[in-house]
């Protein structure tokens, strides 16, 4: 006689979920950013204009350097470099939403979603993506602006800082596009808030300081988001290394993150029907 052998099977080895959604996101934060390199148009401006008004800015307030209480800088060209930065963020994340909006008016974006591709991992790769080529073209302003007498005081460490806190600001503002993306669907319409970043922009600190202002313009500049951003890193730029500056930079711009991202995976959601 024969023993009848029950033969259990093997457990299924399964690849924990967010390995997947990290490959995959991966893959598509590549795909953002070959996608922008190869359309200047979405990333020229975001050098080229922060490069033209810096240079306009430093030629019409280069006595203002000399003011009592400005800070101690080499030149106003010195003074504004995080807010150039932070200029060519704005255009870097302002695609991030234009781009997935245009991926859902043609149809690529209902595609993907019908392929067995982790969901979570389109968000994480369209903002991802961003964010890397923010980083390397806050890297190539930092370069120029350092070979036209803007040095950063805190060095190479300081410089990659800066780069670091860039790239975390892109994903904080560019989840606010992708939010607006996802919920209407309209490049045209994603593209039409983006003014409104500018204008926080120069209602900040980004161009003067917030001592040397007056009225409401000082009262909003004070309590303004971007402020408590640029300050700190301009500190690095000025004074040299400060852990609390980088700390401070790195905190306030991961809040704004969580607000932005918060909003923009509840309009996924939304969009993906899921309850």
């Known amino acids: 006689m024969t023993a009848a052998v029950d033969i259990v099977p093997e457990p299924v080895q399964r690849r924990p979920n967010y390995r997947i959604v990290v ?25 080229v204009l922060p490069l033209m008004l ?4 430093s030629a019409q307030f280069a006595q203002a350097t000399k003011l009592p209480e400005f800070p101690p800088v080499d030149s ?16 870097g994340a302002g695609n991030a939403g234009t781009d997935l909006a245009t991926d859902i008016e043609n149809g690529f974006f209902d ?15 369209r903002i991802m993506g961003a ?18 007498g803007a040095p950063v005081r805190s060095g190479i460490v300081g410089a990659v800082a800066i780069v670091i806190i860039a790239a975390l600001l892109s994903v904080a503002v560019g989840g606010f596009g992708v939010a607006v993306a996802l919920r209407t669907g309209s490049p045209e319409a994603t593209q039409s808030m983006f003014p409104l970043t500018f204008v926080f922009l120069f209602v900040s600190s980004a161009f003067f300081p917030t001592e040397l202002m007056k009225g409401w313009y000082q009262s909003v500049a004070q309590h303004n988001p971007f402020t408590f951003i640029i ?45």
């Open 131 to 148: 964010a890397v080529f923010s980083g390397l073209e806050s890297l190539t302003l930092i370069i120029i602006f350092l070979a036209f």
């Open 111 to 125: 595609r993907l979603m019908a392929s067995p591709v982790a969901r979570q991992s389109v968000l994480v790769g």
């Open 231 to 275: 300050d700190p890193t301009r500190r690095l730029v000025i004074y040299g290394w400060s852990w609390t500056d980088v700390f401070q930079a790195i905190g306030v711009t991961l809040l704004v993150a969580c607000v932005s991202l918060g909003w923009s995976y509840r309009m996924y959601l939304r969009r993906l029907d899921v309850k």
């Open 23 to 47: 490959e995959q996101g991966f893959a598509l934060a590549r795909r953002s950013v070959l996608s922008t390199w190869r359309t200047p148009g979405a990333w020229v401006p975001g050098l």
């Open 76 to 91: 106003f060209l010195q003074y504004i470099l995080p807010a150039s930065v932070l200029q060519s963020i704005a255009f």
């Open 54 to 57: 810096a240079a306009v800015y």
